[in-house]
């Protein structure tokens, strides 16, 4: 009898065969001409048993899926202090082969991007009558349950054009991250990537990390459950590099990526997952090992949050609130305060049942953060089920914390948690973005002093004309027009021609776009800044809604009189366009980076 696994999984291979997006790793000539059709599934359990279907004889090099045994090796053999020194565990957010290093001590956010890998093969020690790369090739066979091997054309053939990869690999000599000779660290991490490897043996190597680090099969302990534990916790944050905030929401598996088309996703004490199909998306990964992750996560309930009920997992994750800007644009001196004073109110995201044992985590967790954390903000949106034990505790701990100066706040889309818990004037949120606003206008004003955030600037005061003359200033000036709007007015819509520069002398304004029918806010701007330079670079049209909120107080710089000004004083319509355009750049980043940290909001 054939067992109903492997008919869902057929069932599935045949109907994402068709999927054709996506295009093979142009990055190394060796593996540019693999065949797009191939496609296997395989998934392996912790006892052993491993069911497959598609191609899963077929060889490829196992590429950046090294990277999480190779950083465990690394762990195994120094331990986690020595290896933090020189890689981070953050989420870099970038992409496989960004630099995502340190300004100040040149560490790796983390070993899933190339340059953490890179440092964490130069972390691995020579053994007695072992290289280093003859251990590494040794505790991925180890992993996989049969000797692996090397294809030399694509390691050759990688080393020839892993220009980015040698770069980074020199700039990390030159912190002292790695420190020696960087070619020996940069040839051993080629040749780990150029791994040949099965769909089955990645399952198996999967499987052998949800197993605690024990070979489901051989029983060999490949991994110290010290290094499992720290590996599986940052392939959850940062495995699929820029794409992993979506992942963790759709599949909910610690995973990690190969441009050789292989994937895998872990599910820790019950099974290990791979998907190997060439054909890529825009962050590197499998178009159909995507797509196979998130149909097996849905239909089989393998997402972490419903897998793991059982266990009454709680602390879904503990951070500042620097870690998760708000939309609200700041000066530089508040961005400056901010940065200093951030660590004060933390995030705790909860998750599952809040039952009496998973409660009781929660609370002490919050009584063992720093006493200098003055705003504790609870995310109950993900909380299942809360019984009367946990709300009466919860209570205690907000008395508890309001004794000691300090604020609990509830992030609460449902209202089910805050119902029984806040207190009339306790603060409340139904999203964590509303919620850092709130956190970070505390801190302004605990902080900054009644002199930091100015209520109305004058034109000579803005900081996008900091580059200017005071004549250029007034020339300028001299050009604008006074406006004055109340609260709800739209200043500019969608759509509309570049109308010119708006300086924004006292109120506030707030950003936004259309998104599925709703309107969803990007920033909040107020006082000595600018709006409206954009759309210059968006074809001449705006691509923001602007709203003022409050009364507003502006002048404009109109198209008509840059025009007149880039007749008749062409070098002060330079300069004035250098300038706004360094602050529209700010602007930017600041409306992608909010945009991210809303994506998983």
């Known amino acids: 009898m054939r067992s109903p696994i492997e008919g869902y999984l057929r069932e599935l291979h045949a109907d994402l065969s068709r999927l054709r997006g996506g295009v093979p790793y142009q990055g190394?000539?060796?593996m540019a001409g693999v065949n797009p059709d191939e496609f296997a599934i395989a998934l392996a359990t912790v006892d052993g048993h491993v069911y497959q279907v598609g191609d899963t004889q077929s060889e490829f090099s196992i590429q950046s899926i090294s990277k999480p045994f190779s950083y465990g090796l690394a762990l195994d053999d120094l331990g986690a202090g020595p290896v933090d020194e020189k890689i981070d565990v953050e989420p870099s957010g970038d992409a496989f082969n960004e630099i995502s290093l340190a300004r100040d001590t040149g560490r790796p956010?983390?070993?899933?991007?190339?340059?953490?890998?890179?440092?964490?093969?130069?972390?691995?020690?020579e053994a007695p009558g072992a290289t280093r790369f003859e251990r590494i090739l040794e505790r991925f066979s180890l992993c996989a349950g049969r000797q692996l091997a090397v294809s030399e054309e694509i390691y050759h053939s990688e080393a020839q054009t892993g220009h980015r990869n040698r770069a980074l690999a020199y700039?990390?000599?030159?912190?002292?991250?790695?420190?020696?000779?960087?070619?020996?660290?940069?040839?051993?991490?080629?040749?780990a990537c150029s791994v040949m490897v099965t769909t089955p043996d990645l399952a198996m190597m999967a499987a052998t990390l949800a197993n605690a680090g024990s070979h489901p099969v051989t029983g060999v302990q490949a991994m110290g459950l010290d290094a499992v534990q720290r590996v599986l916790s940052v392939m959850t944050t940062c495995g699929m590099y820029d794409d992993?905030?979506?992942?963790?929401?759709?599949?909910?598996?610690?995973?990690?990526?190969?441009?050789g088309g292989g994937l895998i996703a872990v599910l820790p004490g019950q099974l290990g997952l791979a998907v190997y199909s060439p054909p890529l998306d825009a962050h590197g990964s499998s178009v159909r090992g995507v797509a196979a992750c998130e149909r097996m996560s849905r239909d089989m309930g393998l997402h972490f949050v419903r897998a793991a009920r059982i266990g009454r997992s709680t602390v879904r994750g503990s951070y500042d609130v620097r870690a998760v800007p708000s939309a609200v644009r700041h000066s530089q001196a508040e961005e400056e305060l901010l940065d200093a004073q951030g660590y004060r109110a933390r995030i705790v995201e909860l998750t599952g049942d809040l039952l009496f044992a998973g409660t009781e985590s929660m609370v002490r967790a919050i009584t063992e953060l720093d006493p200098e954390v003055e705003l504790v903000l609870l995310d109950?949106?993900?909380?299942?089920?809360?019984?009367?034990?946990?709300?009466?505790?919860?209570?205690?701990?907000?008395?508890?914390?309001?004794?000691?100066?300090?604020?609990?706040?509830?992030?609460?889309e449902a209202g089910a948690t805050s119902s029984h818990v806040c207190a009339e004037g306790d603060p409340l949120f139904t999203t964590r973005t509303e919620a850092?606003?709130?956190?970070?206008?505390?801190?302004?004003?605990?902080?900054?002093g009644e002199h930091l955030s100015a209520t109305e600037v004058d034109i000579p005061d803005f900081d996008v004309l900091a580059p200017l003359s005071t004549a250029d200033i007034a020339v300028l000036e001299e050009l604008m027009v006074p406006l004055q709007v109340q609260d709800g007015i739209f200043l500019r819509k969608t759509g509309e021609n570049f109308g010119g520069v708006y300086f924004i002398l006292s109120g506030k304004v707030t950003t936004?776009?259309?998104?599925?029918?709703?309107l969803v806010r990007h920033a909040m701007l107020g006082p000595g800044m600018t709006f409206g330079e954009i759309a210059l670079g968006s074809g001449g049209d705006q691509v923001t809604q602007v709203t003022a909120r409050g009364p507003v107080r502006l002048k404009l710089l109109g198209a008509q009189a840059i025009e007149q000004l880039e007749e008749q004083r062409p070098e002060l319509a330079l300069r004035l366009w250098k300038a706004v355009a360094r602050d529209a750049y700010t602007l930017v980043e600041q409306n992608l980076r909010e945009a991210a940290v809303r994506i998983g909001d």
């Open 28 to 30: 190394i000539p060796a």
């Open 380 to 412: 109950v949106r993900r909380v299942d089920e809360t019984d009367a034990v946990a709300l009466a505790m919860m209570c205690e701990l907000r008395d508890q914390l309001a004794e000691e100066g300090r604020v609990l706040g509830l992030i609460d």
């Open 171 to 191: 700039l990390l000599r030159s912190f002292g991250i790695i420190e020696t000779d960087p070619t020996r660290a940069l040839e051993d991490y080629f040749r």
């Open 512 to 518: 936004s776009t259309s998104e599925g029918g709703h």
């Open 109 to 125: 956010a983390n070993a899933m991007i190339n340059a953490g890998a890179i440092a964490a093969v130069s972390l691995i020690p």
């Open 436 to 448: 850092v606003e709130w956190a970070e206008e505390q801190l302004l004003a605990r902080y900054g």
């Open 244 to 259: 992993a905030g979506a992942w963790m929401s759709t599949v909910g598996l610690p995973a990690k990526s190969g441009v």
